[in-house]
Every structure is written in structure tokens, then in C-alpha cells.
């Protein structure tokens, strides 16, 4: 506030008092209002304002995946260009399902090393056709329209108030030809929004919407997750394969994303604007694109699944070859297997942490697949470890196991 913020939303705030106020004082009311900041000196000052009352909503909820969790009477308010939402249930801002997008991958790591897994999700890229925010939002129905047993798409966009197809009368007609026959001309079916071209269908569809079609990193705060977009050039093309580990050597892992789409309709054309993509972790979520003169890693072709297998990387590209990528790290390294029990002989769902004698952890899981379709080795890849460190195993059920390192670098293999 102090530096004339425009267009920016704070929330929520967790202040019941300032929202009964906001109650009283009614929607539309402006008024000098000292919200926030009053339980303890750690929650900072509280902020003196006249504000604005947005909308106000009783017993208001927000979503984290199948469960709601309330939030109380809540009021928005606006100061200048920035906008408020008061709470009044203690709650953080939660919920990944706020973040609709056309995701094709998925991996986790501890990126900031704190201990939990944090996520990296492949999405569309911003190199297509399609463009989407949380005011114009992609849609796509789904229904048999037009009752022959087979289950038809139609891609709509949203650029205003009203909703229109994306794709055009030529080939919406071929496949539902009942589409022609209400539209006879290419003028009455531009002039037509979705509701008029496919009438109360609409209603009873399975209905998508997406408003976000960048690759992403989501920080793992416990009770919250933070999301941000990946470096600018990785939102070149899709991304499908996602490897991470720490592939120049320098104790912080990194990425490797397979891009590019070629299966789209022939209308659209090929997603081919990428060559995939090391990304160089910075520590913390920082991340950077490493351009393929520097990193070496240029696939021009469909790239899809991606795997470790060793030290190197495979790639699977569509309709052609398999590439081994062979990453050439600066430090030596520690590869730890785990022996799991009968019927996980390989303690999928374990996690590991390597614990250094000065406090430093680093933590790994094994995974069943991650990324796009890939399965990589199911082992633990930690930077060298200092003589004294030792490894602790949560196993799949549950109990958990410490383990002395008899060597620092190399391969290590733990039973329970
Ligand atoms: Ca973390
Ligand atoms: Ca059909
Ligand atoms: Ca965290
Ligand atoms: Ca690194």
C-alpha cells in the first residue's frame, strides 16, 4: 500500500472483528477500518485504511481437493488498487484445484530443501493457439451431441462475457453434422455464441475449464501450496517427460523437461517450438533456463517419456529414436536402493533422508512412474555424503529404520 500497488489482491486476512464491521457497515459503505495484525507483535502491524466494502458472504468456504473447509462470514474490501479478503475462520489460502490446467506431467522433489516435496507439473505452454487466464478461461464440453454412441468435444473460449467455439463450422460440421444443418452458413455460425450453436446441451455436459497454461512449480507450505510459473523460454511447447536430479553436480537439483506435441488436430499443426529443456535449479524455487548451447540437451523431435537410468537420461520421442542423454556431473555421487518387502521388492512409497552430521538433509522418495508414463530407476540419488552422515528410511508401511553410511559416494543398498 505504501508503494501504490494497482491491481493487487491480499487474502485472506483473519480478522472477525473487521468483518463484522464490514457487515455493518454494509456493501458499498467506505469507511476507516484498522484490520489485521492485532494478536501478537509477530503478526506485524495492523493496517489503517479507508476502505471500500466489495462484497461481503456469509459462511463462505474454499475447496482443498474433496474437502471445504469454511472460512466464516468473510468481507471484501478495497483500498486504492488493492484488494482485501477477511476472514473470519483461521485458515490459509489452500487448494491446488484453483489452478486449472491442461497438465500432462507431474514429479515431486524437495526443491527447497525443508523436507517436504514440493511439485513440478507440465502443462500446455504459452507457444499454441490457445490462451487462457482467470478471466478468459479455456472450456471444454463433452457429451454424445449429436446421440451416434460416441463421446464428442467442443473446445470453446472465453474472451468476454459470452462463451464461443474454438474450432469452425467446416470441421464442427463433420463431426456432428447436425451442427450444418442449423447453421447453413459460415456468417449465421460466427454470429452465433455456444448456447445457440448447441442449445441446452450445454447444460447436462461434463464441463472443463482451464485458466492456466504455463509449466509450474508448486511450494509445499504445509497447510498451503505456493505456485509459480517455470523460467519463460521452458513455456516454449508442452512438456511431458520431467526428470530432476542434480545433473551439473553443484548440490542442487535440477530439471530436465521432454517437449513438443504433434498429435493435435491437423487444423492446429504441430506444438514443435521445442528442443526440451535443462532447467538449472538456483536453490530455494529459484529455477533457470539453461539454453541448449550451454546445457547440450536439444531433441528436436516429439519427446515424451523421460527417464533416469544411472547417471544418464532417456528420452522416448514419438515415431523416433530412443536418445541417452549422458549427464556429466561435476561431484561424485550416491546412489541408494532400497530392498522392500515381498510384493514391493523395490520399497516404492519409501523416503529417504540423508542426514550430514552438520544438520544438512537431503530428501528423496521412490516413485512408481513420474513425470509423463515414465518409470525411472526406483532408487535415491543424494550429492556425496560427508563420513559420519547417516540415512533414515521411513518404509512403505510406515516404520521407519536408520542406517550408518559405510561409503560417502558409490552405490548403497538398505534392507530393513
Ligand atoms: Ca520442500
Ligand atoms: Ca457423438
Ligand atoms: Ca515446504
Ligand atoms: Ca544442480
Same mark, same amino acid.
Given at each position: 500500500?505504501?508503494?501504490?500497488?494497482?491491481?493487487?489482491?491480499?487474502?485472506?486476512?483473519?480478522?472477525?472483528?473487521?468483518?463484522?464491521?464490514?457487515?455493518?457497515?454494509?456493501?458499498?459503505?467506505?469507511?476507516?477500518?484498522?484490520?489485521?495484525?492485532?494478536?501478537?507483535?509477530?503478526?506485524?502491524?495492523?493496517?489503517?485504511?479507508?476502505?471500500?466494502?466489495?462484497?461481503?458472504?456469509?459462511?463462505?468456504?474454499?475447496?482443498?481437493?474433496?474437502?471445504?473447509?469454511?472460512?466464516?462470514?468473510?468481507?471484501?474490501?478495497?483500498?486504492?488498487?488493492?484488494?482485501?479478503?477477511?476472514?473470519?475462520?483461521?485458515?490459509?489460502?489452500?487448494?491446488?484445484?484453483?489452478?486449472?490446467?491442461?497438465?500432462?506431467?507431474?514429479?515431486?522433489? @524437495? =526443491? *527447497? $530443501?525443508? %523436507?517436504?516435496? #514440493?511439485? !513440478?507439473?507440465?502443462?500446455?505452454?504459452?507457444? &499454441?493457439?490457445?490462451?487462457?487466464?482467470?478471466?478468459?478461461?479455456?472450456?471444454?464440453?463433452?457429451? @454424445? =451431441? *449429436? $446421440?451416434? %454412441?460416441?463421446? #464428442?468435444? !467442443?473446445?470453446?473460449?472465453?474472451?468476454?462475457? &459470452?462463451?464461443?467455439?474454438?474450432?469452425?463450422?467446416?470441421?464442427?460440421?463433420?463431426?456432428?453434422?447436425?451442427?450444418?444443418?442449423?447453421?447453413?452458413?459460415?456468417?449465421?455460425?460466427?454470429?452465433?455464441?455456444?448456447?445457440?450453436?448447441?442449445?441446452?446441451?450445454?447444460?447436462?455436459?461434463?464441463?472443463?475449464?482451464?485458466?492456466?497454461?504455463?509449466?509450474?512449480?508448486?511450494?509445499?507450505?504445509?497447510?498451503?501450496?505456493?505456485?509459480?510459473?517455470?523460467?519463460?523460454?521452458?513455456?516454449?511447447?508442452?512438456?511431458?517427460?520431467?526428470?530432476?536430479?542434480?545433473?551439473?553436480?553443484?548440490?542442487?537439483?535440477?530439471?530436465?523437461?521432454?517437449?513438443?506435441?504433434?498429435?493435435?488436430?491437423?487444423?492446429?499443426?504441430?506444438?514443435?517450438?521445442?528442443?526440451?529443456?535443462?532447467?538449472?535449479?538456483?536453490?530455494?524455487?529459484?529455477?533457470?533456463?539453461?539454453?541448449?548451447?550451454?546445457?547440450?540437451?536439444?531433441?528436436?523431435?516429439?519427446?515424451?517419456?523421460?527417464?533416469?537410468?544411472?547417471?544418464?537420461?532417456?528420452?522416448?520421442?514419438?515415431?523416433?529414436?530412443?536418445?541417452?542423454?549422458?549427464?556429466?556431473?561435476?561431484?561424485?555421487?550416491?546412489?541408494?536402493?532400497?530392498?522392500?518387502?515381498?510384493?514391493?521388492?523395490?520399497?516404492?512409497?519409501?523416503?529417504?533422508?540423508?542426514?550430514?552430521?552438520?544438520?544438512?538433509?537431503?530428501?528423496?522418495?521412490?516413485?512408481?512412474?513420474?513425470?509423463?508414463?515414465?518409470?525411472?530407476?526406483?532408487?535415491?540419488?543424494?550429492?556425496?555424503?560427508?563420513?559420519?552422515?547417516?540415512?533414515?528410511?521411513?518404509?512403505?508401511?510406515?516404520?521407519?529404520?536408520?542406517?550408518?553410511?559405510?561409503?560417502?559416494?558409490?552405490?548403497?543398498?538398505?534392507?530393513?
Amino acid at each position: 500500500m505504501p508503494t501504490n500497488a494497482e491491481s493487487a489482491a491480499l487474502a485472506p486476512i483473519w480478522d472477525p472483528i473487521a468483518v463484522r464491521l464490514c457487515f455493518d457497515a454494509g456493501l458499498g459503505a467506505s469507511f476507516p477500518l484498522r484490520f489485521g495484525g492485532k494478536i501478537a507483535p509477530s503478526s506485524g502491524q495492523p493496517i489503517d485504511a479507508t476502505v471500500t466494502v466489495t462484497a461481503l458472504v456469509r459462511d463462505a468456504w474454499q475447496s482443498f481437493g474433496p474437502t471445504k473447509v469454511p472460512l466464516g462470514d468473510c468481507a471484501a474490501i478495497k483500498i486504492g488498487g488493492v484488494e482485501v479478503v477477511l476472514i473470519s475462520n483461521r485458515t490459509q489460502a489452500l487448494g491446488l484445484d484453483k489452478v486449472h490446467g491442461q497438465w500432462n506431467s507431474v514429479a515431486a522433489a @524437495d =526443491f *527447497d $530443501g525443508d %523436507g517436504d516435496m #514440493d511439485l !513440478v507439473a507440465g502443462n500446455l505452454g504459452l507457444n &499454441t493457439k490457445y490462451k487462457a487466464s482467470e478471466k478468459k478461461p479455456l472450456r471444454l464440453y463433452g457429451k @454424445d =451431441f *449429436d $446421440g451416434n %454412441g460416441s463421446f #464428442d468435444v !467442443v473446445e470453446a473460449k472465453q474472451p468476454g462475457d &459470452t462463451v464461443l467455439p474454438v474450432r469452425g463450422l467446416s470441421c464442427s460440421s463433420q463431426a456432428m453434422p447436425f451442427v450444418r444443418e442449423r447453421f447453413p452458413t459460415y456468417d449465421a455460425f460466427a454470429k452465433a455464441n455456444l448456447t445457440e450453436i448447441y442449445g441446452g446441451d450445454l447444460a447436462s455436459c461434463l464441463e472443463l475449464t482451464c485458466h492456466e497454461l504455463q509449466h509450474v512449480v508448486v511450494e509445499n507450505r504445509g497447510d498451503t501450496f505456493v505456485v509459480a510459473p517455470l523460467p519463460r523460454m521452458t513455456q516454449i511447447a508442452p512438456v511431458f517427460g520431467i526428470g530432476i536430479a542434480d545433473f551439473d553436480g553443484d548440490g542442487i537439483q535440477d530439471l530436465v523437461l521432454a517437449q513438443n506435441f504433434f498429435s493435435p488436430e491437423p487444423e492446429t499443426g504441430r506444438f514443435d517450438g521445442g528442443l526440451s529443456a535443462f532447467v538449472r535449479g538456483k536453490g530455494g524455487m529459484q529455477f533457470e533456463y539453461v539454453p541448449p548451447k550451454s546445457s547440450g540437451l536439444a531433441i528436436a523431435g516429439d519427446a515424451k517419456s523421460l527417464v533416469l537410468a544411472d547417471t544418464d537420461v532417456v528420452v522416448a520421442t514419438n515415431d523416433g529414436p530412443v536418445q541417452v542423454l549422458r549427464a556429466i556431473r561435476g561431484q561424485q555421487v550416491l546412489r541408494v536402493a532400497l530392498k522392500g518387502p515381498k510384493g514391493n521388492p523395490n520399497a516404492i512409497g519409501a523416503r529417504l533422508e540423508l542426514r550430514e552430521p552438520g544438520g544438512k538433509k537431503h530428501v528423496r522418495e521412490i516413485t512408481a512412474g513420474s513425470g509423463y508414463l515414465s518409470q525411472s530407476e526406483p532408487c535415491a540419488w543424494f550429492p556425496s555424503a560427508p563420513a559420519g552422515s547417516k540415512l533414515a528410511v521411513r518404509w512403505p508401511d510406515g516404520s521407519t529404520s536408520e542406517h550408518a553410511l559405510a561409503t560417502t559416494t558409490g552405490e548403497a543398498t538398505f534392507a530393513r
